[in-house]
């Protein structure tokens, strides 16, 4: 039987891309694979697509999906910088950013605050595991207050809300989950793709190596044992969005939908579970965030959305056409411009 | 003041001195000296009489002592006197110093205030001018008095030098861009001072400017702004940099010449971003360079130290960009506001492991302008960083210049495969590699994000690679590629600007120089020359060095690197790449935070030779 092909006629095994070099069982494998899933599922072109990220093992994963994209793996914590670039050279391009909670939290947090204060449109993937994997397992600023790890003790310093920072730093899109909730994931990935700006998805992504011991709030059992959805999350493309009210609403009374509209006349539809949160309140956002950290307790969704702030690009007033593909008669002025600064300094 | 580490000769003469003379202005930070200086120096250059200004102002927005210097020479010498006969003491702070420093025979323009605490010399010449008097007669809002007082000397100093008085109202308008209103108000206080010089000065001094014709056609300039004017010739459209003196200036002229490059409706094809940092600024002209952009950033030192780990990066993935650095004098903070070239060696070898970075040394205003423009073609065509080393002196000064050549290359984008051609590539040589060497000269063929072809996508990293840009820790893989990088920068020796050569005289002493020294050195070798020394000179544009340079040390029996930091850093570089038979080449290497003079080079020279 041939393979699924999505609209593109692509099958998934066109959105791979090198084998992982990360250890086997890694959360951020499973979170590559999302992105391959969702990218497929969308049907987007990869060349149309850059693939960036800082240092660390989360920023290595950028070569194991989307292989026909370009993709550059830049200094540590310095991912947004570089990509600010690249889409003000070229503002048709999608970005896909993959960093760590070293990469973000520590060494890269001035970046990852002005990246999002600047508003350059990028789906900004924090996979957060609170420890060093690489330097073999220190802990990081995401790691929780009072934690033990074998090599380094007990981390006496309290955790970095990255969600928080996001909020705080004037996100428009910012989620949290779980890299072992692959439906959430994709959901909230299909979502951030639709946004134009800055979107930050805090995936708690487990280090099988050094920290995934069960006390551990970053690992797979605590997850599996305590994650708790705010909502269950849909996606609907504008071109359902017709049919929408007719989406037959089985078990869910009215009150208990939200369907927070998107700048590209799509809906998120977000189905309440036990919370009662609205991502569109950013008081609420906070608190949610705030509980979460102070009683750790474990809750994933869309936390905080808002409609999107212009971009860079829009704030710089550019032109149409992508500027690296500007050619030499809009890049170079005439003789006559520089005759005319030159009469311009010159005696009488 | 500092100004006097370099020599100070005596003056001697008391025949009319006519368009050869310098002024040293004293005042006090962010007191508006600025623009009275500015309108001295063009009135000078409206009269044709050759002119240049310096700014030796200190780190502080207001109330530290500042000088400006203006040297008029009829000959068209530019560099900054050692000696300045008049000075305009404005500063009580400094006035007495200042006085102190005058050569016999010299000028004191000063308030009467200031004037009864400096009067302690009888050989120059005091002209004491009522301030605060004269300030009370103006028509000027008393709100804005404190702003124009400096106009005082301006309309003195024109009296008593014979600088018209209407020439000086059209430069004050110019200076306003037009407005009126300003420039009516300052003028006021100008003529003020003019009249009541006239009536109450006796001139004792054999200063004067007359008219002459040295400055048609030329225009006057900062190198800032004339590198920004090249870049936007040039092609720049993504800039990201954070401010920093001397740089600062550098980005502003971009954002002031970029309406040159707007559409009909007035939309921009230059983003510019003030980052957060420098390791941001240096981020976003990497990612720019990489998808496409002609990218540039303007610092420097302390600038270019956080940006040592991005150089080194694209160095190694290989990405264009283009960095300028105003050197200022280091290490560290340093003295902020100061020139000095002492930022070569660690430019050339910014970042970690082995590795040499591309360097432009402008040291005219017109190289400004045109390695303003080259630097993106040849960023391009060698796919790596290029870093322009100015210093404050060229890039905060005024300049006097020919007018600048239109680029006489058309824009060149270097070996970039577009999804058609990279399908021809992939046709003729099987398959296509990011790093694969098909011409042998090191430089490889690169592709762009959003190109639409299967196999354009590529994934750029610091990590080791091999030609396919594939992650590789094999030696084999890593030695290759360290050669290819070695035998590109030999590819660039001959593609860069090469130096400039004067050896037409059969001199034995040769001497070796780049960037701003050009003037001082200039107008010292005349002098020699007036001594019967000889010498021939070289000046370096561009790094790594071209290999002219060997052939003129082989060539003279003594060969003096003449440079403007404390190390002799060009004289290590050429040890470092011609070691044989160069016992015969000597730094002269001064570093003092000011602009070289030719009386420094004429000195150490004849010391060094004698």
Redesign the interface.
């Known amino acids: 039987m041939p393979p699924r092909t999505n609209h593109l006629g692509l099958a998934r095994n066109e959105y791979k891309g090198r084998p992982s070099t990360l250890c086997p069982g890694c959360g951020h494998d499973s979170i590559s694979n999302q992105i391959i899933s969702t990218s497929w599922e969308l049907g987007l072109e990869q060349h149309k697509i850059i693939k960036m990220s800082g240092i660390g093992c989360s920023s290595k994963t950028p070569a194991y999906f989307l292989g026909g994209s370009h993709g550059f793996n830049a200094l540590h914590g310095r991912m947004p910088s570089v990509a600010t670039g690249a889409l003000l050279a070229n503002s048709e391009l999608s970005c896909i950013a993959v960093s760590g909670d070293g990469d973000t939290g520590s060494i890269g947090m001035g970046q990852f605050k002005h990246v999002i204060r600047r508003n350059v449109p990028m789906v900004y993937i924090i996979e957060n595991n609170g420890v060093y994997g690489l330097t073999k397992g220190q802990f990081s600023a995401t790691a929780d207050e009072g934690q033990f790890l074998k090599y380094y003790g007990t981390n006496h310093m309290p955790p970095i809300d990255l969600a928080l920072e996001a909020v705080i730093a004037g996100c428009t899109f910012v989620a949290r989950s779980f890299s072992g909730d692959a439906k959430q994931v994709q959901a909230l990935m299909q979502a951030a793709a639709r946004h134009p700006g800055t979107s930050v998805l805090d995936i708690i992504s487990p280090c099988v190596t050094f920290n995934n011991a069960e006390s551990s709030t970053k690992s797979y059992p605590y997850g599996r044992d305590h994650e708790i959805p705010l909502h269950e999350i849909q996606i609907l493309a504008p071109d359902y969005v017709e049919a929408r009210e007719e989406i037959v609403i089985d078990d869910y009374t009215e009150g208990d939908i939200i369907d927070v509209e998107m700048h590209d006349g799509s809906f998120i539809r977000l189905k309440k579970l036990e919370n009662d949160h609205d991502p569109r309140n950013r008081r609420q956002a906070m608190d949610v965030l705030e509980r979460s950290m102070r009683e750790q307790i474990f809750s994933t969704g869309l936390i905080y959305y808002e409609e999107p702030r212009p971009t860079l690009a829009d704030t710089e007033d550019l032109v149409e056409k992508p500027l690296a593909q500007l050619d030499a008669a809009d890049l170079r002025p005439p003789k006559e411009a520089l005759d005319k600064v030159m009469r311009s300094l010159m005696v009488g | 003041m500092a100004i006097n580490v370099q020599t100070q000769p005596k003056l001697d003469t008391r025949e009319p001195v006519i368009n050869d003379f310098a002024f040293s202005v004293a005042t006090k930070n962010g007191s508006g000296s600025q623009t009275s200086n500015n309108v001295l120096v063009m009135s000078l250059?409206?009269m044709?009489i050759p002119v240049n200004g310096k700014n030796l102002f200190p780190s502080n927005i207001k109330g530290l002592p500042t000088w400006y210097t203006i040297r008029a020479n009829k000959d068209g010498y530019a560099a900054r006197k050692a000696l300045t006969e008049i000075v305009v003491a404005y500063n009580d702070g400094t006035a007495t110093e200042d006085v102190a420093n005058l050569p016999p025979g010299g000028v004191c323009v000063t308030t009467d205030k200031i004037a009864r605490v400096i009067r302690q010399r009888d050989d120059i010449s005091y002209y004491e001018i009522p301030v605060a008097k004269l300030m009370r007669q103006t028509k000027v809002p008393s709100a804005f008095r404190k702003l124009v007082e400096n106009m005082t000397y301006v309309g003195a100093v024109a009296q008593i030098f014979d600088i018209p008085l209407d020439l000086i109202y059209d430069v004050l308008v110019a200076n306003f861009k037009g407005k009126e209103k300003p420039a009516l108000m300052n003028h006021d206080v100008v003529r003020l001072a003019y009249e009541w010089t006239a009536d109450n000065i006796v001139k004792t001094d054999p200063y004067r400017f007359e008219r002459m014709d040295g400055?048609?056609?030329?225009?006057?300039?900062t190198g800032n702004d004339a590198g920004a004017?090249g870049a936007?010739?040039?092609?720049v459209?993504?800039v990201?940099w954070y401010p920093i003196t001397p740089s600062t200036s550098f980005v502003d002229g971009i954002i002031g010449?970029r309406g040159?490059?707007q559409?009909a409706e007035?939309?921009?094809?230059i983003?510019?971003?003030q980052?957060?940092?420098e390791?941001?600024?240096?981020?976003?002209?990497?990612?720019?360079?990489?998808?496409?952009?002609?990218?540039l950033t303007s610092t420097s030192g302390p600038g270019i130290s956080l940006m040592a780990?991005?150089a080194g990066?694209a160095y190694f993935a290989e990405i264009p960009a283009v960095f300028w650095n105003i050197t200022r004098m280091g290490p560290s903070t340093g003295l902020p506001t100061r020139t000095s070239q002492g930022d070569l060696l660690f430019t050339h070898f910014l970042g970690h492991g082995d590795g040499r970075q591309i360097c432009l040394l402008p040291g005219t205003l017109k190289e400004a302008f045109e390695f303003g423009?080259k630097s993106f073609d040849i960023a391009e065509q060698l796919q790596t960083p290029v870093f322009v080393i100015s210093d404050l002196d060229l890039g905060m000064n005024n300049w006097l210049s020919e007018?600048?050549d239109?680029?006489d290359q058309?824009?060149s984008r270097g070996k970039v495969l577009d999804a058609q051609s990279l399908q021809g590539f992939i046709d003729e040589h099987g398959k296509w590699g990011r790093y694969m060497d098909v011409d042998g000269d090191g430089i490889a063929y690169r592709?762009?994000?959003?190109?639409?072809?299967?196999f354009?996508?590529?994934?750029?990293?610091?990590?080791g690679h091999d030609e396919f840009a594939?992650?590789s820790e094999r030696s084999d893989d890593w030695v290759e590629n360290m050669t290819r990088l070695r035998l590109k920068m030999n590819t660039a020796r001959a593609m860069l600007p090469q130096p400039l050569i004067d050896d037409a005289s059969d001199a034995e002493i040769g001497i070796i120089t780049f960037g701003t020294n050009e003037e001082a050195i200039r107008e010292a070798r005349d002098w020699l020359a007036n001594d019967g020394i000889k010498t021939n000179y070289l000046r370096v544009r561009a790094l790594p060095l071209a290999s002219s340079v060997s052939e003129f040390i082989d060539a003279h029996k003594s060969v003096f690197v003449i440079e403007n930091n404390f190390d002799g850093q060009l004289t290590q570089l050429i040890r470092l790449e011609h070691p044989e038979n160069i016992s015969h080449v000597r730094p002269l290497a001064l570093g003092d935070g000011l602009p070289m003079t030719p009386n420094w080079v004429y000195d150490s020279l004849k010391e060094q030779e004698g």
């Open positions: 250059f409206h044709g400055t048609r056609g030329k225009i006057i300039m004017l936007v010739f040039g092609g459209n993504v990201a010449f040159l490059r559409n007035e939309e921009n094809t983003a510019i971003v980052a957060e940092d390791l941001a600024a240096a981020g976003i002209v990497v990612g720019a360079g990489w998808a496409g952009a002609r990218s780990e991005f990066l423009w007018p600048f239109y680029p058309p824009i592709t762009l994000p959003g190109t639409d072809h299967r354009a996508g590529y994934f750029t990293r610091g990590t594939v992650y």
